[in-house]
């Protein structure tokens, strides 16, 4: 099995990050992929996803811990994927998340790795944005959406 990791900084509190991120109807915002994310009974989600120029439907899961801030998930196929998302406190107005991934696919170079760390990027970059938004608004942002998280 092959696994890869990544850690970064994002400058929006640890809390809202999570919100954000556990809300499976976000991966699309984030995952360029990912066409579309539809929750369903328990930790079930409904997937769609451009993969390689095909798209590609299919039932993964998705479990949040609030206490501990993580998130696991993966999906049945040939490939044995999934993986794990913590968050911390980094300070006031930050967070550090550390996204581990697990695949038994073997891949060339590091296509991997670098599509990874996109992926981080446009997550704790839409997560900023909506953090900005919801205080510029006085919404309240993730952490108020719907009372999960």
Do not use: C
Not at 2 to 15: F, G, L, Q, S, W
Not at 16 to 36: D, G, I, Q
Not at 65 to 92: F, N, V
Not at 110 to 139: I, Y
């Amino acid at each position: 099995m092959t696994e890869y990791r990544h850690t970064v900084t994002a400058d929006v509190p640890a809390d809202e990050l999570f919100a954000f991120l556990s809300h499976p109807e976000n991966l699309p915002r984030y995952f360029p992929e990912m066409k579309v994310a539809e929750p369903k009974d328990g930790d079930s989600v409904h997937v769609e996803a451009e993969v390689h120029g095909e798209r590609v439907a299919g039932e993964a899961w998705l479990r949040t811990d609030p206490e501990t801030r993580s998130l696991s998930w993966g999906a049945e196929g040939p490939d044995d994927y999934h993986g794990e998302l913590r968050i911390r406190d980094d300070g006031p107005a930050s967070s550090e998340i550390t996204v581990t991934l697990h695949s038994v696919r073997e891949a060339d170079g590091d296509e991997v790795q670098q599509s990874l760390e996109r992926t981080v990027a446009a997550m704790t970059h839409a997560a900023t944005a909506d953090a900005d938004v919801a205080a510029a608004e006085g919404q309240g942002g993730w952490t108020s959406y719907d009372g999960k998280g």
